[in-house]
């Protein structure tokens, strides 16, 4: 079945510093691939997405770029701030033909950002 | 309009007893899905509706767990008989359907259960 493994946390950065979140996904089709962001007391919000190999997501300084050929889709980001702090989720959806666009979530990477 | 809404935000019961959680739905999203996710986890899918009916209930752990959304908006989870190993933080989300996937899910603030 469908899977996203991604590194584990916390990573704490101090402010300024380049981040760079690790996800790799399993799928038995071509998914769309998503960053989801959880602030401390905040519900889940989507991040950036793309839905084709080599497509690049953005948002906010964040990018992350579809690899079919490496199955990954990591987050990047140049220069961090304490802002940025929160759980960071990867996850995928397969298109299933008459069916709902599930996610499949990774388990999460904490971002811890000082100054 | 407003964003996903769901009751209660917290929810404490006793072991063995019933419990209903409530999804209220972005107004005009034909989707909604139930995830669980448990500490240190991330969400795990439950159950989708695509209108009124459960397209796919995969995700569903065993026949404690139903989920109905009987007018195609609001939606609620019921759990019979609950154990110690369902607490968690129960999420929704809806969406309205993109061709060739890659839609969005806008997720509610969860509601977290605690199993006594």
């Known amino acids: 079945g469908d899977s996203v493994t991604q590194m584990e946390g916390p990573v704490t950065l101090s402010e300024e510093a380049f981040l760079t979140i690790n996800c790799t996904y ?22 950036l997405k793309a ?20 199955t990954s889709f990591h987050l990047e980001k140049g220069s961090v701030q304490v802002s940025d702090s929160a759980v960071y989720f990867c996850a995928l959806s397969d298109h299933v033909t008459g069916g709902g666009n ?11 950002v000082e100054l | 309009g407003a964003g996903v809404s769901q009751t209660p935000s917290n929810k404490v019961t006793e072991k063995g007893k019933y419990v209903e959680l409530r999804c209220d739905p972005i107004s005009g ?55 110690r190993g369902d607490s968690a933080v ?20 969860g509601t977290r259960l605690s199993v006594l």
Do not use: M
């Open chain 2, 29 to 83: 999203h034909t989707a909604l899905y139930w995830y669980r996710q448990s500490l240190g986890q991330g969400p795990e899918f439950l159950i989708y509706f695509q209108g009124t009916g459960a397209a796919d209930d995969s995700g569903l752990p065993n026949d404690r767990f139903f989920a109905v959304r009987p007018e195609g908006s609001v939606s609620t989870l019921k759990i019979q008989r609950t154990e």
């Open chain 1, 26 to 47: 399993t799928a038995t089709g071509y998914p769309s691939l998503f960053w989801y962001v959880q602030y401390p007391g905040e519900g889940l919000q989507l991040l």
């Open chain 1, 102 to 112: 599930k996610l499949t979530f990774g388990t999460g990477t904490q971002l811890k």
């Open chain 1, 51 to 70: 839905t084709k190999a080599d497509d690049k997501g953005s948002n906010k300084g964040f990018e992350a770029t579809y690899r079919k050929e490496t």
């Open chain 2, 90 to 109: 129960y999420l929704c989300a809806s969406s309205s359907p993109v061709a060739g996937g890659g839609n969005i899910q806008y997720f509610g603030a």
